[in-house]
């Protein structure tokens, strides 16, 4: 080995030797003065505070700090000048490691470098007043020039650790209450002339973290975990915390934030950016009453948030807080469905309008640029406002293009059943949200369906490439373009609701629909559906998704009226034609009313009024009608002989003149009840025939062998029939007929029961056909032999005539 290599190690070992004959004096000189020291480091520790630090006893621990001096201090307690009013102790804690500079002990300055805080409690209270136990903290006076003091310079301490550590801040005046149970907390000091800088390590529980108290706490029961650093501008009076990448929970989160500790009431600004967290875990870092409305909904996958708070520790309520997410293909749940393939950006603020307070009542979730689908039927929102969060109001403009029959999963076939067709939508909305559901909205804009097949279930009524065109206004609804067809028939209609949202939601009996209908053909058949009760709703079985858009729509189907005004160019029902129909409909829940009804049929017309109650199965109906020079043998044939079978519309020939006041009733597949019919028929039959009609024929043959009885023509034929059901009384009437006269009284059945009474008297008409004077034909009418027949019923069931006995003759 080289002679000045170990020259080298014998320098070093002396060095060492003396570095540890200088920590043993050290120790020495500790454990000698121990009250002196603790005496000492009280006094230094006391110099920039308003109140007392007391420690109960000290004791060395060199080699824990070395190469510096340690001191572990025992039941430190810190409590400022007014803490007997108030009884909030700023500092207990059972252990307190200080780390002081040894060659500054030697001359009598204590020099702190490091403080460790153990199982501790720190409370910062601010009483109702505004004032503060951490006024034991001198401020420093800037203008002022540092003087040398007794016993050296103020403490500064350059690193410090808080383990085990309850940290409180307990702002009565400003309703604020931060609550952490620090496990670990390590930090390193620098020191300026105006300031310091500090690099933390933190690992805390938040207990609390309440800008007001009255509405709870933000990130309540989450671990935080993550690096700080912080910056303290003395002559700004401005704390920095630069943004840092930390855990809250399982979330990372970079967080930065500023303080301003110049004003009355200390400033802050809070930024927090959360890439990819789930929505229910950004809602829960929120206070409760945030949390309970951004719970009213709910996306699947992860989505970028970020968040602004800002505030002041004084009184005030909460800070200002501003929520924006970016969410792209997700799935958005809410209580309605879910919302799939959804992209939006979204903010929450709860200062919507500035001056108004930063409360639910002033706050709003607005979406922008919202896309999605449906139940697969997509769907765009350039902007929607949701505002007022103690009670809720959604806005918006709506808009979509779709195959209608994708509503069929949206709001059920229990009312309307769309099979196919193309929806066109354009709607601004305002609701109100009520159990996380849109409430009652109001409507404004277009929608346009084309090339529809839809099914109104309940009337059982179904029409093929149909066309509508819906147009909301702030208060009215119309309805225009709209091509119906079923069957045969094709229906183009025009409407109006007037309030019609108010009334849709309120009192949906109250809407009155107004139609003018147009078709160039139709088949009333078609649309028998009218005719039926409503069709009873089904349960939903207990526990099953209601279909709510579907009741409502059905009740108001149902409950609403609807005054129609139609223009049929020919109409079809049966075996019934006419043409040139006009009419004036008025439906209501209880009915249909007929009014000015009127056809061209059988060379004439057909004026008709009545109304048709619906009970059911079976359809009561009252109507009058006036008939005008109709062909009676169309007639007949138009309405099946009414029941009539002995006589149809092949024994009968002229021109029927009538007045009819009846009622009965009706099936709702359109069949006339048997023997419901109740009322009165006044006719008059001109130029009129019977024409190869068997029972005048059987006896004619006999009688009047040489007279034509296979026409029997008539010029005038009037009278009255009084229909009660099956049965018909014929008032007396005066038969005057190219085969014989006859008077004619009684009753026909179309059942049994018929008698009627008939006076025929063998006279030929003919014989008087040059007579003009009418007196004169009255008195020869009945002259010579007359027959006085009866018509019963037979037992084949036929009508049977046969000779009655002589009676007295009712002209």
Known sequence: MPRWTKIILWIFAGLVGLVFLVFAGLAFYVNTHKKDLLVSITKQLNKNLNGSLTIGSMDPTFLGGFPRVSLNLKNVVMKDSLWANHHHTLLEAKNFDVSVNPLALLSGTIEIRKVGINDATIYLYTDTNGYSNTSIFRKKDKKKKPEAEEGGSAAEVKKFSLARVNFVLDNQKGHKLFQFAVEELKGDMDYGWSGWQADLKLKTMVKSLAFNTRRGSFIKDKLLEGPFKISFDEDKGLIKVSPNRLNIGKDPFIIGAQFDTSKENTEFTINIQAPGIRWKNAAALLAPNITEKLNMFNLEKPIDVTCVLSGNMGPGGDPSIEVKANVKDNVLVTVGGKVEHCNFTGVFTNNYMNGKGYTDANSAIKLYKFEGSYTDIPFSIDTAFVVNLEQPVATGVFRSKFDISKLNKAIGEETLKFNKGQADVKLSYTADIVDFKLNKPLLKGVVDISNADISYVPRKLNFKNSAISLNFTSTDLFIRNIRLQSGKSVVYMDGSIKNFLNLYYNAPEKILLSWQVRSPELHLGEFLGFLSSRKPQRKA???????????????????????????????????????????????????????????????????????????????????????????????????????????????????????????????????????????????????????????????????????????????????????????????????????????????????????????????????????????????????GIVLHLLATDGEDGKIKIKLSKNRTKTK
């Open 541 to 783: 079985k207990k526990g099953s998704k209601k279909t709510t858009l579907s009741e409502d729509l059905n009740n108001v189907f149902e409950r609403s009226m609807v005054d129609m005004h139609l223009r049929v160019n020919k109409v079809y029902y049966n075996k019934f034609a006419a043409s040139d129909a006009t009419a004036d409909l008025f439906l209501s829940e209880n009915g249909i009313a007929l009014k000015n009804i009127s056809v061209k049929h059988g060379g004439g017309s057909l004026k008709l009024n009545g109304n048709i109650s619906q009970q059911g199965s079976v359809n009561h109906f009252n109507i009058n009608t006036t008939i005008s020079n109709v062909n009676i043998s169309n007639f007949f044939y138009s309405f099946e002989n009414f029941g009539l079978k002995s006589i149809t519309s092949k024994n009968l020939k002229g021109f029927l003149f009538s007045k009819t006041n009846m009622a009965g009733s009706i099936t709702d597949q359109g069949k006339l009840v048997s023997r419901s019919l109740r009322g009165n028929i006044i006719f008059d039959v001109k130029k009129g025939a019977l024409l190869n009609f068997d029972p005048i024929k059987n006896v004619g043959k006999f009688a009047f062998p040489f007279r034509n009885l296979d026409e029997i023509t008539f010029e005038n034929l009037n009278g009255k029939f009084d229909v009660r059901g099956e049965k018909v009384t014929i008032n007396p009437m005066q038969i005057n007929s190219s085969l014989l006269n006859m008077d004619v009284a009684g009753v026909y059945s179309m059942g049994t029961g018929t008698n009627i009474m008939v006076d025929v008297p063998l006279r030929n008409p003919k014989k008087d056909e040059d007579l003009t004077d009418k007196k004169e034909i009255r008195e020869r009418r009945m002259k």
